[in-house]
């Protein structure tokens, strides 16, 4: 009953979806308030109905009701029953329920935020945003129904994909889609304004902390992705340029290029239309990545719903909204008259080349990622673009990238020194280079890899916090000090996300240049040596899970004769599901992680054990929170508290305030 | 693309269930080893450029399929012969095809591929360029005077 009652309220929420893509339109067109108006309380109505879908969605899932299809594909009444709830989306039906109830929950947001907004703006937006989550309906309630039930209900479900059955996985998707649906905010606002045919300040800083929001989001869940695939896949690899994992690096890559190309529209309302495009194809990016992920088109070690038909519905969302943004866009863009005037030199030049290098980035990854296909297609020519092409690609952009960063991040606005603008960064670089020369010293016999992380690292980090300080203006010491925890949040956020970016680049390098692997037949009780640890292989095991059973090693690590860890690598046997898994065990640490991996047993007794020497590896998903965070701290600047204006004043900001320009 | 998208799939299904293998095997096994760690740190390589051709996006060198373990084995058999890195790659493609490699030639249409990140970005530093050259309008350029228009509206809003 609940489960009919929830695929009820989907259908009813598909309808208001439906009304609200229209009604709202014609109203601001027509200046009719009360049909703008009704946009409000359709988007809460619309949430709060998907919502209940979910959770009964749910319910059906946590309840082990066998009579839903879905349930009994992806369920079973042995499974924890946190896996049980992350069921629920750990499937192409339940996802997309989620994805359309991320859709729904943005655009209450708009509504209940959207106070300060002019009412015709806003009823645009909030149509927009609706008809993206009326498209998206269509989809799931047409080609992907979560909620059909079993004509003869089975006694037990099929499981779920044991390697989905992990913590990692309950809180990867969440993540991920708020950031990709959250850039159909960023979409929304651009096609409302195009409408509107203006775009100015404000435009920039109603537009800002939406994105910010999605790239938050889109951050760490792009990092918790790369940590599972980490321990979870059993070798360690953190990125293998998927199609599956391009699909989310290139709406990322946009949505970082469109967070500071509204910077300059909002301060200085230049680069207008560019920041309209990037806002199209940020969520562009995102709906191809759906596409990528759903059709099954490109092969994908990650790909989970292999369907040509709902890869064609995908393709015509993607090519409706896409053609219409463009169309429009091509029509209105002239409109967009830039003001801001300013220097080759200066913090607006910065960000362009910022915006030059992501957009490129991206498009290396997309052109990449689609090759094999086109190849196929046009050319006739069978191939495969795998990460050694991408790495060589796509490195050096990233590396300009950093390289710039700190000096785009200390440039003024308007007109730049140059000279002035290094004279605080030059000894930042001569250290940074002492680093990268240090480190190249040290590790005689790498590649080139290691050191040039290092100094990029050095170099942004250290950039950043000169960024910083050199906020807090002149004078004493002390003076500057104590200024520096009154600087507002945005100048924090910016100087620690630019940090985490620093972080990153220097992990990413020194965990593909210094990584170790040993790869051996050990016995019981022998202890044997790689890079400084002697192992000791203790006892195997057999052990029961809950819906597995496991095959157990114990593992000694010892360090100059100290005792680290007994570490438990596992192969797990899923009988439900049929599959077998590898379990890595991982001792964490500051500047290396020990990651071990249990193999097939030997016929003399031994086991095949394989260790990893992983450096720096928690420095990779530390300086993704690190950027993470200083996204937050940008958006909980009361400057861009949404609300915070619409409380103080009835009438619509006139524009940004530059007292505390970044 | 479809087919070969099923058939990996199948393919996928019948590893995953333990189609022949006793378990999980690990990607490269001790036994598969080299003697001659140059030798071996050449192969490591080596399989790092190749698909594993019956998995789903994994390279030869990471995937724990029978393939894969069968493509390892011959790659280090042709290096123990003494062929170079290109004349094993050489030997690969010509019996399995380009598909086989995870970077791809640079030749023909795939030009395309490897010229496009640097065309592109000679393109979009060109463009902007240009627009940089051209926000940098001097004061003089800009309209000095308000028009008549203008004028009367200023007048009507200072309430003179």
């Known amino acids: 009953m609940i489960v009919e009652l929830g695929h009820f309220a989907m ?25 703008m108006a009704v946009a409000h309380p359709m988007a809460t109505t619309q949430f709060l109905l998907t919502a209940f879908a979910f959770a009964a969605l749910t319910y059906a899932f946590v309840t082990s009701d066998f009579s839903v299809s879905l349930v009994v594909s992806n369920s079973h009444t042995a499974k924890p029953l946190i896996y049980k709830i992350s069921g629920v989306w750990g499937n192409h039906e339940g996802s997309m329920l989620l994805w359309v109830l991320i ?11 959207g106070g300060n907004l002019p009412a015709t703006l806003r009823a645009r937006v909030l149509a927009v945003q609706s008809a993206v989550a009326a498209s998206f309906f269509a989809f799931t309630i047409f080609t992907s129904n979560p909620f059909i039930r079993m004509t003869v209900p089975p006694l037990d479900g099929r499981d779920l994909n044991p390697l989905l059955q992990d913590i990692g996985l309950a809180l990867h998707p969440p993540f991920l889609y708020v950031g990709y649906v959250g850039l159909s905010m960023a979409f929304s606002f651009a096609i409302a304004a195009l409408i509107e045919g203006r775009v100015d300040a404000a435009w920039g800083r109603w537009v800002r902390p939406w994105t910010l929001a ?14 599972w695939a980490y321990y979870e896949l059993g070798w360690g690899g953190f990125w293998f340029w998927d199609p599956v994992e391009n699909a989310s690096f ?86 967009m008259e830039a003001k801001g005037v300013f220097g080759t030199v200066s913090r607006e030049s910065g960000l362009v080349m910022n915006n030059v290098l992501l957009a490129v980035s991206s498009f290396v990854v997309f052109v990449g990622t689609i090759w094999p296909l086109v190849a196929e297609m046009v050319f006739d020519r069978v191939l495969s673009v795998g990460p050694p092409f991408f790495n060589m690609a796509f ?63 050095v170099w942004v980090v250290l950039g950043s916090a000169v960024d910083l300080w050199s906020r807090t203006g002149r004078g004493a010491f002390a003076k500057r000090f104590a200024r520096l925890f009154r600087l ?43 890079a400084g640890y002697t192992l000791t292989l203790q006892d195997v095991r057999r052990v029961q899970g809950p819906n597995y059973t496991s095959t157990m090693a114990f593992i000694d690590v010892e360090r100059d004769g100290r005792f680290i860890d007994q570490l438990t690598p596992e192969r797990r046997f899923y009988p439900v599901a049929g599959m077998p898994t590898t379990e890595a065990a991982i001792d964490y640490g500051f500047i290396r992680d020990v990651y071990l991996v249990i193999g097939d047993p030997q016929d003399d007794g031994g086991w095949t054990v394989r260790t990893y020497i992983k450096p720096f590896a928690n420095w990779l998903w530390a300086g993704c929170i690190i950027m993470a965070l200083g996204g937050f701290l940008s958006l909980s600047d009361r400057r861009y508290r949404v609300a915070a204006g619409a409380r103080r004043q009835p009438t619509p900001p006139k524009g940004p305030k530059t007292v505390a320009a970044e | 693309m479809i087919r070969r998208g099923f058939a990996a799939l199948a393919l996928a299904v019948a590893l995953a269930t333990g189609g022949g293998a006793p378990g999980p095997a690990l990607a490269v096994l001790p036994d598969e ?50 062929d170079t890195n290109d004349e094993v790659l050489a030997f690969l493609v010509d019996r399995f095809g380009e598909y086989v490699l995870l970077r791809p030639q640079a030749d023909g249409v795939n030009l395309i591929l490897w010229v496009s990140a640097p065309a592109m970005f000679v393109l979009a530093l060109g463009t902007s360029l240009v627009y940089l050259r051209r926000r940098r309008v001097t004061p003089e350029a800009l309209p000095k005077r308000l028009t008549e228009e203008e004028r009367a509206r200023l007048k009507e809003l200072m309430g003179d």
């Open chain 1, 250 to 335: 290139m709406p990322w890559l946009f949505a970082t290029a469109l967070l500071h190309s509204a910077i300059v529209v909002e301060k200085r309302e230049a680069l207008k239309s560019w920041t309209i495009l990037l806002a199209i194809l940020a969520f562009g990016f995102s709906l191809i990545g759906t596409f990528i992920v759903r059709s099954g088109l490109l092969t994908s070690v990650h790909a989970f719903a292999m369907d040509p038909e709902r890869g064609i519905f995908i393709l015509m969302i993607l090519v409706a909204f896409m053609g219409g943004a463009l169309t429009l866009f091509a029509v209105r863009s002239q409109a």
């Open chain 1, 395 to 457: 490195t050096p952009f990233f590396v300009a990238l950093a390289a710039i960063l700190p000096i785009g991040a200390l440039l003024p606005w308007k007109r730049g020194d140059l000279r002035r603008t290094m004279q605080p960064l030059w000894p930042v670089l001569v250290l940074s280079m002492a680093v990268g020369s240090l480190v190249w010293a040290i590790q005689t016999g790498h590649s080139a890899l290691g050191p040039v992380g290092a100094l990029l690292g």
């Open chain 2, 33 to 82: 080893i080299l003697d001659d760690p140059a030798l071996e740190a050449r192969a490591r390589e080596l399989t790092k450029e190749l698909r594993c051709l019956v998995c789903r996006n994994e390279s030869v060198d990471e995937s724990n399929a029978d393939f894969a373990r069968d493509l390892r084995l011959l790659v280090r058999e042709r290096l123990v012969e003494g």
């Open chain 1, 488 to 530: 507002p949040r945005a100048d924090w956020g910016k100087s620690i996300a630019h940090a985490g970016v620093g972080v990153t680049v220097f992990a990413v390098a020194g965990l593909m240049a210094w990584e170790t692997e040993d790869i051996r037949v050990a016995y019981l009780g022998e202890p044997f040596e790689h």
């Open chain 1, 11 to 35: 259908i009813l929420a598909f309808a208001i979806a439906l009304a609200q893509a229209v009604i709202p339109l014609v109203g601001a067109h027509k200046g009719w308030h009360d049909w």
């Open chain 1, 214 to 227: 999605a790239w938050v989001f889109l951050t760490i869940g792009i990092a918790l992705g790369s940590w």
């Open chain 1, 103 to 113: 859709l729904t929950l943005f655009g209450a947001a708009a509504a209940w935020f």
